[in-house]
């Protein structure tokens, strides 16, 4: 199978465009994002699928939040997003079926899941999550693209909850499981309502940029992580 030449940026040649070849990659934006694996094409005289994907992708991501921090979330469309990125409308469709699915996709390159290793210590690993967050919150447009998709999620119709919800589940997964871990190690008391420990981990930084409209700082991780520990310690 030929690939479409309209799955790839504007400027794509011909030749490019007769390369068989499928992936799925993380774009220049989407470092944190987890689960975009692909497979690479395979064979003789084959051309590489993923670094086109990653193109598409990458391009497509970061014309969301370009668009969202000059003008809004109300700006994007997938005719403003495709215009902006060089990439055609199918092969956006093909990728995120709504503009919902889109934003959110967009949201997660920048700030997305963690993966942080069993440090042996609650302190270091709330840490390792907290700085890994502060880098992201501290990014241009970071504070608008979180403002305007709280406000999408607060003004979208019931059945379109989940999809936030399930982001937010994925971005607080990590927490969660280091304080079980803590847990586990005996640091942590074992009647800690999990949920309300990680949010108590994740609010503040964004309270700091959205309500404070200040950009959190290693001071802002520094206390986050004190005040954390003693809460949930078996020895506050």
Request: glycine share 10%.
């Amino acid at each position: 199978m030929t690939r479409d030449c309209r799955d790839g940026p504007a400027d794509a040649t011909a030749a490019s465009c007769a390369v068989p070849g499928s992936g799925a990659g993380r774009g220049r934006g989407a470092r944190m994002l987890a689960g975009m694996g692909g497979t690479q094409a395979r064979g003789g005289g084959r051309g590489p699928g993923r670094p086109r994907e990653e193109r598409v992708t990458g391009a497509a991501l970061n014309a969301v939040i370009e668009l969202v921090t000059e003008q809004g979330i109300r700006a994007v469309t997938m005719d403003a997003v495709a215009a902006r990125a060089g990439v055609s409308k199918p092969a956006m469709y093909r990728r995120w079926p709504s503009k919902q699915a889109l934003v959110i996709a967009a949201a997660e390159s920048r700030i997305g899941p963690l993966s942080v290793p069993d440090l042996g210590d609650l302190r270091a690993e709330l840490r390792e999550v907290l700085t890994t967050r502060l880098a992201s919150y501290r990014m241009p447009g970071t504070d608008r693209l979180v403002a305007e998709l709280i406000g999408a999620a607060a003004a979208a119709e019931p059945g379109e909850h989940g999809a936030y919800a399930a982001y937010t589940d994925r971005i607080m997964a990590e927490t969660r499981i280091i304080l079980e871990r803590g847990i586990a190690r005996g640091e942590v008391r074992p009647e800690i309502d999990i949920r309300s420990a990680a949010t108590l981990v994740a609010a503040p930084m964004i309270y700091r940029l959205l309500a404070e409209r200040e950009l959190p700082d290693s001071h802002l991780v520094d206390d986050l992580v004190d005040f954390v520990v003693r809460a949930v310690s078996r020895t506050s």
